[in-house]
């Protein structure tokens, strides 16, 4: 088991996204979604990644949870969010550019180099853009070890996490010796409600404001979204007698 | 911080596995809408979609197809439209009425750009504090509301959760386990947890207003043992003003608090309480009663009384309209002991601690109304756009939009009356006590409005209680009577205007 404090600082990587409930509409330009004006929240499954080293603080295992967001002015108060969970403090990379994995993970890499956290937690996509790319890219850039899709994070030693992964086969437990990059899954845990007091505490928590030039990166995407467009419209289903008028039909399109 | 997404996906994987028996879809070829689903309607409506079906016709893919979906031929297996919600998408076709409109409040009230917004205005703090709790009743109120209303149960559970969170003194001091947060924070808080449930919310708001009285008027030797077990929750208050005899004529009160003869540091009571909310199931019970020869208020102190107290007993649990999920019942005393330590304040300050308690009561009270229809709104409105008539959506008719229209003044007036109320008393305003007066009476009234309005968009569905706008209808009439009917609102808000003359 770690002692006391092993951990010392966890890193938390966290996101403004659309909110899930939105019913979210593509721009007429189809450049993308319309985002202004529409509300936003932390993504779900960067509050997993927090509630995570949270409680990894209140065993005693972490005795520092940061909270680091790259985006615009206004993930402030997603940031807060972070804080009224119970991060210590937050670090705000602002940038009103698009922001996508390959850029945020050179940025939160040299977040990391700075601030040596034995663990960088995110979650394992952004349920704006689904990628599943960020923590990858970040044990990449770090050489860390990485266990993504984390559905259990368990200490071992001072150095070393078990970390169980859903994969599509099952469950998947590997050994990371620290510092390593997980990435959240939706069962890692249940995230808190942030109790009254500590939304009040929240406010007087430190946010130190960056920018991307000061770690030295251009947030310039290297890829181009040429069209975005709304999902086809579903249409109704045929309905079959039998199995065998099922398994024709498939046939018949090709399908098996 | 709103929290539904992982609720969203949990909430799928559950509903599939529920899906099997609860679902039917009553549903017409005109429109797709009106899944609904109640537990007593499951033994009929499976009964109703065999004979659709034409007795007992096995489903391909077994009972995990609601067999309901099948009774109208064409329409897409259940299942698949569980799959099409999971990715996030809010194409709720085939969940049940509850659910899917559960939604429809809160994506309209945190919605930046509705004129029914709720937090438009709010600094990031305060949005927090309404998001919270508008998270917190989507994923724990929600979902029981109902069924605590149908069977009058009183969410124990829920309300020491409330606690643990800090809702249990939001606005008493941080001394011995308040929060310390404003009347404005508070509000917003029983606005949003209105919104799951308004007699869940405003017992919250009595149990505020109960913790705030004896940490702002008890001996320090009494807020040192109540107020933290109070702040938290674990002991629950209740508020003793109303007699059958005097409601509104509330310095009428007969109960009498007389000095013990074989004891001068015991008070002795004897008297009657009417309307009492979570009497019987609460712990802490502040009762103003007579101490002072005088009649009328200068007699009357206030007096903590422990449930146990011998003498201290309750009448038969009400049978109301609403507020069915917190108990009403009369509290009974026959020859209760209170040593004159549980006294909040001096003899004969009872009556205006008890008024000083109702100024934030009030302003608590119209936050649960604006939350019980910024529900029905959201409700309504996700109903309009979906529903035809005469060739279009609902929505689309210049009657139903100039209903909406009128609700949205409506509302946001309440929103805006009961807002300034709660600054105006936080900074201890002279215009206080007349600004909750008026606040209150603007909202419960204007509220009820919206409420029942709500209601008549959705045609019959408005009357079906699966579609929840009746529990907020019932649950909502009777704040204009509680804390200080309207009509009493409406004598302290003129004896401010007239109060030197």
Not at chain 1, 156 to 171: F, K, M, Q, Y
Not at chain 2, 107 to 131: K, W
Not at chain 2, 359 to 365: A, F, L, S, T, V
Not at chain 2, 379 to 389: F, K, P
Request: charged content about 20%; overall charge negative; glycine content about 10%.
């Amino acid at each position: 088991m770690a002692a006391n404090g092993a951990f010392g600082r966890v890193l938390v990587g966290v996101k403004r996204v659309i909110d899930y409930a939105v019913k979210v509409r593509v721009k007429p330009d189809k450049s993308g979604v319309e985002t202004v004006n529409v509300k936003h929240s932390l993504n779900p499954f960067c509050e997993i990644a927090v509630e995570e080293a949270v409680r990894m603080k209140e065993a005693g295992l972490a005795t520092e949870v940061v909270a680091v967001c790259v985006g615009p002015k206004k993930a402030q108060e997603n940031i807060r969010s972070a804080l009224a969970m119970g991060a210590d403090r937050g670090i705000h990379i602002e940038t009103d550019e698009e922001v996508a994995p390959l850029n945020v993970a050179r940025i939160l890499a040299e977040v990391a180099k700075a601030e040596e956290p034995s663990m960088f937690i995110l979650g394992k996509q952004a349920i704006d853009d689904d990628s599943n790319q960020t923590g990858q890219l970040l044990g990449g850039f770090l050489g860390w070890p990485q266990g993504t899709m984390a559905s259990k994070i368990e200490p071992v030693s001072d150095t070393a996490v078990h970390v169980t992964r859903e994969i599509d086969g099952g469950l998947e437990t590997l050994e990371l010796s620290l510092p390593a990059v997980v990435t959240a899954d939706l069962r890692l845990n249940k995230p808190r409600f942030a109790a009254l007091p500590n939304i009040m505490k929240a406010k007087r928590k430190k946010i130190d404001a960056k920018t991307p030039a000061d770690f030295g990166v251009d947030m310039a995407s290297s890829l181009q979204t040429l069209e975005v467009n709304e999902p086809p419209v579903r249409e109704a289903g045929i309905m079959v007698g039998s199995v065998d008028e099922l398994v024709e039909k498939l046939k018949g399109d090709g399908l098996i | 911080m709103f929290r539904a997404a992982s609720a969203a996906v949990r909430a799928t994987t559950t509903a599939t596995m529920a899906v099997a028996p609860a679902v039917t879809a009553r549903v017409s070829s005109a429109s797709k809408t009106s899944a609904t689903t109640t537990t007593t309607a499951k033994a009929t409506a499976a009964a109703s979609a065999t004979s659709a079906m034409g007795g007992n016709r096995l489903v391909a893919g077994g009972s995990l197809l609601g067999s309901g979906n099948y009774a109208n031929g064409g329409n897409v297996p259940f299942a698949v439209h569980m799959r099409s919600s999971a990715n996030g998408n809010a194409s709720f076709g085939g969940m049940t009425g509850q659910k899917r409109f559960a939604t429809g409040w809160a994506t309209t009230a945190l919605s930046p750009t509705s004129p029914f917004s709720a937090t438009v205005g709010l600094d990031d703090e305060q949005l927090m504090f309404y998001e919270t709790a508008a998270a917190f009743a989507a994923e724990n109120i929600a979902p029981h509301a109902s069924k605590w209303d149908a069977e009058s149960i009183f969410p124990k559970d829920v309300v020491h959760e409330l606690g643990n969170l800090g809702f249990g003194a939001m606005y008493t001091s941080e001394e011995h386990g308040g929060s310390g947060a404003s009347r404005l924070d508070a509000a917003l808080v029983f606005e949003a947890l209105s919104m799951g449930c308004p007699a869940t919310s405003a017992y919250l708001s009595i149990h505020n207003m109960c913790t705030w009285m004896v940490d702002s008027f008890g001996s320090d030797e009494l807020r040192a043992e109540f107020v933290p077990r109070m702040a938290t929750m674990e002991a629950l208050g209740s508020y003793c003003l109303t007699e059958p005899g005097s409601g509104s004529d509330a310095a009428a009160l007969r109960t009498t608090a007389v000095v013990s003869s074989t004891d001068e540091d015991v008070y002795v009571l004897n008297g009657e309480k009417a309307f009492i909310s979570g009497a019987g199931e609460t712990d802490v019970y502040l009762i103003m009663a007579r101490t002072g020869s005088e009649s009328g208020a200068k007699g009357v102190s206030c007096f903590l009384v422990d449930a146990e107290s011998d003498g201290l007993s309750f009448g038969g649990k009400l049978d109301k309209m609403g507020w069915n999920a917190s108990p009403t019942r009369p509290v009974i005393m026959q020859d209760v002991k209170v040593h004159k330590s549980r006294m909040l304040g001096a003899p004969g300050e009872g009556f205006k601690i008890a008024m000083k308690g109702l100024d934030g009561g009030r302003i608590n009270i119209g936050a649960c109304s604006i939350g019980a229809a910024a529900a029905s709104v959201g409700i309504a409105r996700e109903y309009v756009l979906e529903r035809t008539a005469f060739g279009k959506p609902l929505a689309r008719f210049q009657n139903t939009e100039f209903v909406f229209a009128d609700m949205a003044a409506k509302l946001r007036t309440s929103r805006l009356a009961i807002r300034d109320a709660a600054k105006l008393l936080h900074e201890r305003s002279p215009l206080a006590t007349s600004s909750a007066a008026l606040a209150k009476l603007t909202a419960t009234e204007q509220c009820f409005d919206v409420i029942n309005s709500a209601l008549q968009t959705l045609g019959g569905a408005g009357y079906v209680a699966d579609y929840q706008i009746e529990r907020y209808l019932r649950d909502a009439r009777v704040h204009s009577i509680l804390e200080g009917s309207s009509e009493i609102m409406r004598l302290v808000t003129a004896r401010a205007i007239f109060a030197d003359q």
